[in-house]
């Protein structure tokens, strides 16, 4: 068996750094398909952090980052007190990608150094990044410290489980599961398995089961399927057609409700759509609804769900 009839699963000591502890879609100018320091960010208005309830009531502004105008891929923290996004001032590329984490409710900004697409150990203390550029790769950080480890240097698009258990990430087309198990094993492609790339940014269900992701057919059409990783036969389902989003991913805790950023297209303002992951044909002929209450004068993109369910955080931009 070759390695294009597999997905590999590796689970690797994940705990090196940290033993002890307890335990936005991207904008239309996203820069994040390839690790390739030589990108330029544009100029863009700045990008600000909202949120609203999950019945679509009381769409607001909970903060922006003054001195840094291009933010990207809100994740809320455990606690719902602070949002991770990645951010550039003009000009940079983005091997210049910095980790901000801002307090939503004083709005004070820490800079936890260099990195991109942050996630949340569910206790709060470590996040998982991805880096561009000479350090290129996946890393865990914590966040007392600011001290960190390179998982892999050829992963990219890392996503930590709900369960803390887990993190997944890409490599060559390949999904890799890490955790603190020193164990290793493959799951075999299953046959629906048609993809030569997998775009970043993919997130875990609710039970940590199962991956909602972005992928380029052989044919050269985008979609987002899921992945059930459990299992002696593991499972791709086709959801929806990826045509015209991006891909950022947002699984509502309650599993019936996946929201993914519609990019800008014939003068029209970027859009969050939902869909229920088991409540759609899966040939690609199903299309996702307009999540009520968002803003309708302003592109709307990179989400995540508080883990209660309550609340949905969003980037938006004039």
Avoid at 68 to 93: L, Q
Avoid at 113 to 132: F, V
Avoid at 164 to 177: D, E, P, S, W
Avoid at 249 to 268: C, L, T
Wanted: glycine share 10%.
């Amino acid at each position: 068996m070759t390695p294009i009839h597999r997905i590999q699963i590796c689970f690797v000591l994940a705990g090196l750094l940290f033993r002890g502890q307890p335990a936005v879609a991207e904008q239309a100018t996203d820069q994040k398909p390839e690790p390739n320091d030589a990108v330029k960010v544009p100029e863009v208005n700045y990008a600000e952090i909202w949120a609203m309830d999950a019945d679509g009531r009381n769409a607001r502004k909970v903060a922006h980052v003054p001195d840094y105008p291009i933010i990207n891929s809100p994740e809320i923290s455990p606690d719902g007190t602070r949002v991770a996004v990645d951010g550039w001032k003009t000009g940079e590329n983005n091997a210049d990608a910095v980790i901000l984490i801002v307090n939503i409710k004083t709005g004070d900004v820490e800079t936890h150094g260099k990195g991109c697409m942050p996630t949340w150990a569910p206790n709060g203390k470590s996040i998982a990044l991805c880096k561009y550029g000479a350090e290129r790769g996946v890393y865990i950080r914590s966040l007392d410290s600011d001290t960190e480890v390179r998982i892999d240097p050829q992963g990219w698009g890392i996503q930590w489980s709900p369960d803390g258990l887990k993190l997944a990430y890409t490599k060559r087309g390949q999904f890799i599961i890490y955790t603190s198990a020193n164990d290793s094993w493959d799951i075999i492609e299953p046959k629906a398995w048609n993809y030569n790339f997998i775009y970043w940014n993919p997130t875990w269900s609710p039970d940590s089961s199962k991956l909602c992701f972005k992928a380029r057919d052989r044919l050269g059409r985008d979609e987002f399927a899921v992945l059930h990783i459990e299992g002696d036969e593991p499972e791709v389902q086709s959801r929806i057609s990826g045509k015209g989003f991006n891909p950022d991913i947002a699984w509502h805790p309650d599993g019936k409700r996946i929201v993914i950023p519609q990019g800008a297209i014939a003068g029209q303002f970027g859009r969050i759509i939902e869909f229920n992951p088991d409540d759609v044909p899966g040939d690609g002929s199903a299309a996702g609804v307009a999540v009520n209450g968002q803003p309708n004068d302003r592109h709307n993109s990179g989400m995540s769900w508080s883990r209660d369910g309550k609340t949905l955080f969003f980037i938006s931009q004039k």
